[in-house]
């Protein structure tokens, strides 16, 4: 009738344990971002994506617990950047208006810097809220977005100018 296989293998404890640190992390940081008055809606149909206006942070439930807490913090520390009374000084491109199209290089280098910057926040964020992570996983997750970010940057016509 049905064909079912029953297995005794144990598992593994080691993802077991990451899965629910990354549930626990995601957690740890909603909670966070919920005493500051944000909203974290998780979505099939998003990028992250920080809204300061509404005060709402959207992360695609498509990626695996750990790639939304990556994200999660990193839109975080967007957050606490801009809380910074010198925000406006060391980011000055970060004002620009969100559908106008950059096209001063300074102006998206200094966009690479806030994005660096923000990645940094995350990182202060994971140890002051004792988030356990994969720093390699982590680290991985923020190079990549970072050479997304320098590729746009650089205009380089061999990646286009989707990056933004």
Not at 76 to 96: D, M, R, S, V
Not at 148 to 154: I, L, N, P, T, V
């Amino acid at each position: 009738m049905y064909n079912v296989k029953l297995s005794c293998e144990k598992k593994n404890p080691r993802k077991v344990r990451s899965k629910n640190q990354n549930y626990f992390g995601l957690k740890k940081v909603k909670k966070y971002l919920s005493k500051m008055g944000w909203k974290v809606i998780l979505s099939r149909s998003t990028t992250s994506v920080l809204d300061f206006e509404d005060k709402i942070i959207k992360i695609n439930n498509r990626y695996i617990n750990s790639t939304k807490l990556f994200y999660l913090l990193h839109e975080t520390g967007h957050i606490l950047l801009e809380k910074n009374k010198y925000y406006n000084y060391l980011y000055p491109a970060g004002c620009i208006e969100y559908n106008k199209s950059i096209h001063r290089k300074c102006d998206r280098i200094n966009i690479l810097q806030e994005e660096s910057a923000a990645w940094d926040m995350a990182l202060l964020l994971i140890k002051s809220l004792k988030i356990k992570i994969n720093l390699d996983k982590f680290s991985k997750i923020r190079s990549n977005s970072l050479l997304s970010y320098a590729r746009w940057a650089d205009k380089n016509p061999e990646y286009g100018n989707s990056y933004l």
